[in-house]
C-alpha cells in the first residue's frame, strides 16, 4: 500500500550514490517527491513538521534500480505477469523503474498500444514503467516499425524482444532510421540458425547431459555483424544480453573506436553456471543460456571495469505448465525482478564486485541510457531510493515472491542483503516487515 507523501529523512544511513561515486554516512532527505539533501547531520531539527523520520541504522540508502530488460504479460499473456503484479515483484526488490519488453500480444509496435501500456501502468502499478517498442512489425524481422511516432508516444528504446533481426539490411536501416530520431535500438545477439535446436551452453557438460548445446559463436557472430553496421551508420546501439568472452573483446574494439555502443548482462550470467543446471533443472534454462564459469568470471571483470554497462534482471515469468516438462522441452526463461539486487550483492561478498559499480549498473547507467531521471541522489532529483540491508541472512521462498509465476533459479538459496524499503516519487511503496 502507498503511503502518504509527506516528508521523509532517512537518518543514519550510508549514502551511496554511484552517479557521483560518493559512498559517506549521512541522511537523506526527502519532500514533494524530490530529493532534498543527502550530507552528514540533517539531523530530526532541520527538517519541515510532520516529517517521517526513519532510522536507517547503517543501513545502504542508494537510488532506486531501473531494470531495463523485463517481460511483462499485459497486454496478452496475464496469466504470466500483469503490470500491477511485475511493480509489486519491483518494489520488494528495490527496483523503482521497469523497462518492459514489446513481445506482448498484440507486440508493441504501434502509438495505441504504447499509450495502453503507459496508462494501465499509470493506473496499476506502484513504481515507473516505460515501454520498448518493436523494432520491426510484429517482431518479425522484416519491415521497420514506425520509429518516430513510437517515440513521440512515449517508447524508451527499441527492440524485438527475445527475437534477433537476422536480415542484416533490416538492420542497417533500422539504425539509420533510429539514428535520425536519436532513438536507442536494444537487440537480442543470438543467430537463430546457429542456435537451431540448442537448449544449454555448448561444451563437455552438455555432452554428458545428452543434450544439445548453443555455440557461443551463436551470439559472437551476430554481436560482430551489429557493431560494422553501427561503424558504417554511426547509429545507437545496445546489446540486450552478452554472456560470454569471446563478445565482451568484441565490445571492446567497439568502444575503443568510438562508437555509440553499450551493453548489458542479466544477473542469472553474472552469478550463475551452466553447471547449476545439474539435474536437468528447467527453472535454470534460459535464452542465452548459461555459460562456462570462465566466462561468468569474464563478465563480472568486465563489469567492474566498466566495459559491460547494465545489469538487468532479464525477467521473464513462465508458468508451471511449461516449465515443468524435459528440459529440452521446457520454455527457456526465469523471473528476476524481485531477486537482481541480492544475487548481485553476492558479487559484491564475494569481493568480485565493488558496491559501487554494481549499483551504478543496476540504476545510474540504465537511466542515463534510456535518458530517464533516477540514477542519482542529487539534491533536486525525483525521489526514487532504496535503503537495503546488505548483510541480513535469508533462505529464499518462492511461494512468498510477488510475481505471478514461480520459476526462479534461487528457490531456497541462501541469501545475504535484501531491501528495507523502495520509495519511488516520495511515496514509500514497499516496507520489509
Known amino acids: 500500500m502507498l503511503s502518504d507523501r509527506r516528508p521523509i529523512l532517512l537518518a543514519n544511513a550510508r549514502i551511496v550514490d554511484p552517479s557521483r561515486d560518493l559512498d559517506f554516512p549521512g541522511d537523506l532527505l526527502i519532500a514533494d517527491g524530490v530529493i532534498r539533501d543527502a550530507k552528514r547531520g540533517i539531523g530530526a531539527a532541520g527538517v519541515p513538521e510532520g516529517t517521517e523520520i526513519v532510522d536507517c541504522r547503517g543501513n545502504i540508502v542508494a537510488p532506486g534500480l531501473v531494470d531495463m530488460r523485463a517481460f511483462v504479460g499485459e497486454p496478452g499473456a496475464e496469466h504470466r505477469e500483469t503490470l500491477s503484479s511485475a511493480s509489486q515483484a519491483a518494489a520488494a526488490g528495490g527496483v523503482t523503474t521497469i523497462i518492459s519488453q514489446p513481445d506482448t500480444t498484440p507486440a508493441i509496435d504501434d ?42 508516444a512515449g517508447a524508451v528504446a527499441f527492440t524485438d524482444g527475445a527475437r534477433s533481426v537476422v536480415n542484416a539490411q533490416v538492420m542497417r536501416r533500422a539504425l539509420v532510421y533510429a539514428r535520425d530520431f536519436e532513438a536507442l535500438i536494444v ?5 537463430p540458425d546457429l542456435v537451431g535446436e540448442g537448449v544449454m551452453n555448448e561444451g563437455e557438460f552438455a555432452a554428458r547431459l545428452g543434450l544439445i548445446g548453443v555455440p557461443n559463436a551463436a551470439e559472437t557472430i551476430m554481436l560482430e ?28 574494439r567497439a568502444k575503443e573506436t568510438g562508437l555509440a555502443v553499450s551493453a548489458s548482462a542479466s544477473i542469472n550470467h553474472l552469478t550463475l553456471n551452466e553447471i547449476d543446471i545439474g539435474p536437468y533443472r528447467t527453472f535454470f534454462k534460459m535464452a542465452p543460456p548459461l555459460r562456462a564459469e570462465d566466462d561468468r568470471k569474464a563478465l563480472v571483470a568486465a563489469l567492474a571495469e566498466g566495459l559491460i554497462d547494465v545489469v538487468m534482471s532479464d525477467h521473464n515469468p513462465q508458468d508451471v505448465e511449461v516449465k515443468r516438462l524435459p528440459f529440452a522441452e521446457a520454455a527457456s526463461g526465469a523471473i528476476g525482478i524481485e531477486t537482481m539486487l541480492t544475487a548481485g550483492l553476492r558479487l559484491v561478498h564475494s569481493g568480485e564486485l565493488k558496491l559501487t559499480a554494481l549499483l551504478k549498473a543496476m540504476s545510474t547507467r540504465p537511466a542515463e541510457l534510456i535518458g530517464l531521471p533516477g540514477g542519482t541522489l542529487r539534491s533536486g532529483a525525483a525521489a526514487d531510493v532504496v535503503v537495503i540491508d546488505p548483510d541480513v541472512p535469508w533462505v529464499l521462498d518462492r511461494n512468498e515472491l510477488k510475481s505471478k509465476c514461480r520459476n526462479t533459479p534461487f528457490d531456497e538459496a541462501r541469501l545475504q542483503g535484501r531491501t528495507l524499503r523502495t520509495i519511488v516519487a516520495g511515496r514509500t511503496v514497499y516496507e520489509y516487515v
Open 111 to 152: 502509438p495505441a498500444v504504447v499509450d495502453f501500456v503507459q496508462r494501465r501502468a499509470r493506473d496499476t502499478a506502484i513504481v515507473h514503467i516505460h515501454p520498448m517498442a518493436a523494432l520491426t512489425k510484429g517482431l518479425k524481422g522484416e519491415e521497420l516499425a514506425e520509429i518516430g511516432l513510437l517515440k513521440a
Open 225 to 252: 555483424r551489429d557493431l560494422r553496421l553501427v561503424a558504417a551508420t554511426e547509429g545507437r546501439y545496445h546489446a540486450a544480453s552478452l554472456t560470454c568472452a569471446e563478445s565482451l573483446e568484441v565490445l571492446r
Open 187 to 191: 537487440h537480442h545477439t543470438e543467430d
